[in-house]
């Protein structure tokens, strides 16, 4: 949890530093006045909170479940958003979109093999990680909304996206900090390698994608999205395959070709009779 509240902190202090829309957004979190800025204020804490729980949620369940359950189990984030974007009237559940939900789960446990790993039944961890795999389908339903309000308090969708990005991770890592006595002693050993991790996950792996994904996001529905960040564990298995030499298993290949299969299937294009998904939607 230290390492997770300095890769949050780094890329919050970049952006505070470099960037005066970022440093506005934090301000807004205790000086919201106008109807937008509360709207944004609001949104921007469910996002926030909703990644940092999601964050402490999947450590504190890795304590008592499996790897390879726990990666499966927040794979299920993929049924969770369709479910959550339904519920808050964001979007309809077709048929296509089911068949493409369900084809990629499938995939995901193919390619985990969670079932090698279930021993003596449902331990606290798999609770705590399917909690994990909800506050992430809470993330990526929330973004588009707090999306809408950051481009109509900033004018234009890069600097929303600043705004959006920095802001949701400052709100992340003060919750994560209230949380971080209670589930460990912090302690951070400096080395080469953990430094190198640290830059490398706060800039890129967080910064950059975090950036990405509010920026880009609403071209797609919410559920559409959650499909294709499941193309994350067959990336995480063929750089595994090239970089630390582990083997890619017959269930492992068709797991991943499932998966990606369900991508495609929930990006067919529409019929010309169905409308397409633009921003009056939000």
């Known amino acids: 949890m230290a390492f997770v509240v300095a890769r949050f902190?780094?890329?919050?202090?970049?952006?505070?530093?470099?960037?005066?829309?970022?440093?506005?957004?934090?301000?807004?979190?205790?000086?919201?006045?106008?109807?937008?800025?509360?709207?944004?204020?609001?949104?921007?804490?469910?996002?926030g909170g909703s990644i940092g729980l999601g964050y402490i949620l999947q450590t504190a369940g890795l304590l008592t479940t499996t790897t390879s359950k726990s990666a499966f189990l927040t794979s299920t984030a993929v049924v969770w958003t369709p479910i959550i974007s339904f519920f808050i009237g964001r979007e309809k559940i077709t048929a296509k979109l089911g068949s493409a939900v369900m084809?990629?789960?499938?995939?995901?446990?193919?390619?985990?093999?969670a079932w090698r790993a279930a021993q003596g039944g449902m331990a606290i961890g798999d609770l705590l990680t399917i909690g994990c795999a909800i506050a992430f389908g809470v993330y990526i339903v929330w973004i588009d909304r707090v999306m809408l309000h950051a481009r109509e308090i900033t004018g234009n969708g890069?600097?929303?996206?600043?705004?959006?990005?920095?802001?949701?991770l400052v709100a992340?890592?003060?919750?994560i900090l209230?949380?971080?006595p209670v589930m460990e002693t912090p302690h951070y050993s400096a080395t080469p390698f953990s430094?190198?991790?640290?830059?490398?996950?706060?800039?890129?792996?967080?910064g950059a994608t975090a950036y990405l994904q509010a920026r880009y996001q609403n071209v797609?529905?919410?559920?559409?999205?959650?499909?294709?960040?499941?193309?994350?564990?067959?990336?995480?298995m063929l750089i595994a395959e090239v970089f630390l030499t582990e083997q890619i298993s017959f269930?492992?290949?068709?797991?991943?070709?499932?998966?990606?299969?369900?991508?495609?299937?929930?990006?067919?294009?529409?019929r010309k009779d169905e409308p397409i998904k633009g921003m009056k939607n939000l």
């Open 220 to 236: 797609v529905t919410p559920s559409q999205a959650a499909v294709i960040y499941m193309i994350e564990p067959v990336v995480a």
């Open 103 to 113: 084809l990629t789960l499938v995939g995901v446990l193919l390619l985990t093999q």
């Open 251 to 270: 269930l492992d290949a068709l797991g991943a070709v499932l998966i990606i299969a369900g991508v495609i299937i929930a990006q067919a294009p529409k």
């Open 195 to 206: 430094i190198g991790a640290l830059i490398f996950t706060a800039l890129i792996a967080t």
């Open 178 to 180: 209230v949380f971080l």
């Open 9 to 47: 902190g780094l890329i919050s202090l970049v952006f505070l530093v470099v960037s005066s829309v970022a440093r506005r957004g934090t301000k807004l979190l205790f000086t919201a006045r106008t109807k937008e800025e509360r709207l944004f204020r609001r949104d921007i804490l469910i996002v």
């Open 172 to 175: 992340a890592t003060l919750l």
């Open 158 to 168: 890069h600097a929303a996206s600043l705004m959006v990005t920095s802001t949701q």
